[in-house]
């Protein structure tokens, strides 16, 4: 029998006109996500994208890539049968005999209408083939075994197990953001929150450097790395900051440096965004987690840019957030010891009640618009290619 992936995605919030649109980009993310692995072939049918293995493919690997696929709810190895019914009971058989158990179901659906059988009839016809011959009793609730059917088109799927897929939008089916980037915890939890309602992130990090050591640079590029397992391909901004630090600095009072920090880089966030055609820039803010994040600080750091900021931890305590970030594996690049930017400098009491006519007063004594440009001029890109390493060290562990 051949191999397949039959993978679900949710036809519900695909329904209507942008419904093609959404079935294109899924498939084509299906297809950048086995990047490396052999396979066959990747068709979409009703509701299901399909994969072809080949005798090669390696089954557990093209599954934890496909667990990866936002806009996919299940992802199953699947076996193909025919829709025959006396067929279908002798390949269901082959592949229940050699399994042990007590207890099992058959759990048939039929996307085909114009099958003959309903559910519940393909359920007691190959019910009866197991159960007869296993002698193995049918139990509804929590068997050891579940037998699943689909018969869908022209095809007739077997198989054993559902893998959970991450759920969520097609990456890039819903445009792009600039996701602005620390090396912490929060910062990549909140690219990983866009990411799955189908944004495109283009990344964005200020450093320090000389102050800072080049050690922030790889923490951001690894976190970067295994968000890119999500989207295939990413860019990442690397903006000076030392010298706009220095001017702060010099120029402005210490309890309101946070602020002018976050002012200034909302500022190039903005221009970044223009250059890429982003809609939207995104933060790991949560209310009130450090002082920059109270709500009146929010709201004169938001100030600063016109563009909408999407800040998907708002409402997150830093344990829920952790419990994320350890699921998707940036936890423990997050935690590596390292001096971000905003951490130099600061005092030790900053302002948490800022106010917008009395920032923008102490603005006024810097050169804004030539700091912005300068830092822009020295910006450098880089470019994340997805490899699909990270799941493959999961996997030798
Ligand atoms: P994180 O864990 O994401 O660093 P945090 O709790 O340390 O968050 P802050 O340092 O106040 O919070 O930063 C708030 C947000 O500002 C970050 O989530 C991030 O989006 C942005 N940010 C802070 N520092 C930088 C930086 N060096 N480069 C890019 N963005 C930054
Ligand atoms: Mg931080």
Redesign the pocket.
Known sequence: MKRYFVCYYHEIILKGKNRPFFEKRLTQNVQRALKGLPYSSIRRISGRVLVKLTSDSPVEQIGARLQKVFGLVYCCPAWLSVQDMEVLQEDLWKLVSPRKFETFKIDSRRANKKYPLSSQQMNELLGDVIRTRSGQTVRLEGPELTCYVDIVEDYAFLYFRKLKGVNGLPVSSSGKVV??????????V?AFKVLKRGCRAIF????SLPHTTPESLDKVRRLVSILTEYQYRSKIYMIP?AELQRQVVAFTPAETR?ILY?RL?MRLAEEIARREGAHAL?????IG??A??TLENLRVISDATQLPILRPLIGEDKEEIIAVARRIGTFPI?ILPHE???SLFVPRHPETRAKLDGIQRIESRLEINSMVQEALKQMQTETIEFQGQMEQEAISR
């Open positions: 996701v602005l980037m620390s090396g912490g915890i929060d910062s990549p909140a964005v990090h200020f450093h900051f946070v976050r880089m995104v933060t790991g803010d949560s987690q450090v920059s994040q997050s971000d930017c905003c």
